[in-house]
């Protein structure tokens, strides 16, 4: 594993040259090539195979009919999740958005005289967690810029502040980017400061950070943030500490389909080793406002093709998440029956993807997330951040406990 993370050849995965017959009049794959390796790759998922680096080529090709993969992907999410569709009740807090880094593809930082630029007080964020109890909402997710003036106890502070008036709030919190600059800080290690954030009321990790892991991409699009290495090294050091972290894998930009395939088979390796990743979701890169907006965002199509191809390759984890604010409400909706069983949910003040230009509305009800998943067909589960059952009191929705992890069988 370490030496798939350290190296800037690319992994093989044990792949094997493979030659795809084309039709030289349109440079398309013949027909019958087609079928025959669908037919070969359907019997892997009937099986419970596991799927190559080649076969995820293979998914990937356009001349592959999308609805047949996202068929396939349909399969192994009923196998794996049975007819339900899961959401939380969730909100979002970006401490700050004044950041040392400027990667190509982000339109949420500021830099320290920016007029846009904001970093928030103990006042602001314990009125955000106030917002946040008195609807209900169970998670709050925590990821900002690195502010060059703020120290790392003010970042601890966010935690603790929250942790201290809200102990009912889970606080996934952190990418590896931010423990990462938390290292430099303290000048400590990984486990120091994730042990030390978790005594502040760290619950999990956040999947963001992760981009594209291959050199190839991430060079070119975030060169001077936490590398590929600090990314695994931060989650393998949470999984062992007992601490579950979810994934993610931001497509659409300069990346082709070696480099998504690539991505998607190291997050798979480390579950292997760890078995930490709750959920992966794949993120659909937005150009407005970045420093690469002559690029075209993914189209739908795309948006569900990666969707299912990551539910086939990423056969050890549990769940893969089709994130409303990015896909938009009928894209993921429709992602519910190509792989996905997770929507994510109420999302309040959601400001990295709508600063890139999103377009989807910045909070959506529960009462509507409901019935988004029951017009997909699928069975509406309210979770937790750890995929545990939440249960309402029908006369408070405020009030809330905890019930059986998640699937129940």
């Known amino acids: 594993m370490e030496s798939v993370l350290n190296t800037n050849e690319p992994p093989s995965h044990g792949r094997k040259s493979i030659t795809f017959k084309v039709n030289p009049n349109t440079n398309q794959m013949i027909a019958t090539e087609i079928n025959a ?78 007029p846009k630029g904001y970093a928030m007080d103990d006042e602001q964020v314990i009125a955000r967690g106030q917002e946040a109890t008195d609807n209900g909402c169970t998670e709050m997710h925590i990821v900002g810029g690195l502010h060059h003036q703020r120290p790392y106890e003010w970042y601890r502070g966010v935690l603790s502040t929250l942790s201290e008036n809200f102990p009912k709030l889970h606080l996934k919190a952190w990418t590896p980017v931010e423990i990462n600059w938390f290292e430099f800080q303290t000048k400590n290690s990984t486990e120091w400061v994730m042990n030390d954030m978790r005594e502040a009321g760290l619950g999990s990790l956040p999947g963001g950070g992760a981009e594209i892991f291959h050199p190839e991409v991430r060079d070119e699009i975030c060169e001077h943030k936490a590398n590929t290495h600090a990314w695994f090294h931060t989650h393998r050091t949470a999984h062992q500490l007992g601490i579950r972290s979810n994934c993610t894998m931001l497509y659409g930009h300069i990346e082709k389909a070696y480099h998504r395939v690539d991505h998607l088979l190291r997050l798979r390796e480390l579950q292997d080793e760890t078995g930490g990743f ?40 549990q769940h893969i998440k089709a994130y409303w604010i990015m896909l ?6 429709t992602a519910l029956s190509y792989g996905a069983d997770d929507i994510d949910g109420t999302v309040r003040h959601e400001l990295i993807y709508h600063d890139a230009g999103a377009t989807t509305p910045e909070f959506l009800s529960v009462d509507r997330i409901r019935e988004l998943i029951i017009e997909a067909g699928r069975v509406p589960v309210e979770r937790n951040t750890i995929y545990q059952e939440v249960i309402r009191d029908p006369n408070d929705f405020s009030n809330w406990s905890i019930g059986e992890t998640l699937p129940v069988s």
């Open 37 to 114: 390796r669908l037919r070969t790759i359907r019997d892997k998922v009937e099986s419970q195979e596991r799927l190559t680096m080649d076969d995820g080529l293979f998914l990937y090709q356009p001349d592959v009919p999308l609805h047949e993969v996202g068929e396939l992907a349909d399969l192994v999410r009923q196998r794996m999740n049975g007819n339900v569709a899961y959401y939380n009740i969730n909100t979002h807090l970006n401490p700050t958005n004044v950041c040392v880094y400027r990667c190509r593809f982000c339109a949420f930082r500021a830099d320290l005289r920016d």
């Open 278 to 317: 709750q959920v992966f979701i794949p993120l659909a890169f937005h150009p407005e406002n970045t420093k690469l907006s002559h690029l075209k965002k993914p189209s739908a199509l795309d948006d569900l093709r990666n969707v299912a191809v990551s539910r086939l390759l990423l056969d050890n984890i």
């Open 328 to 333: 938009g409400i009928g894209t993921a909706q």
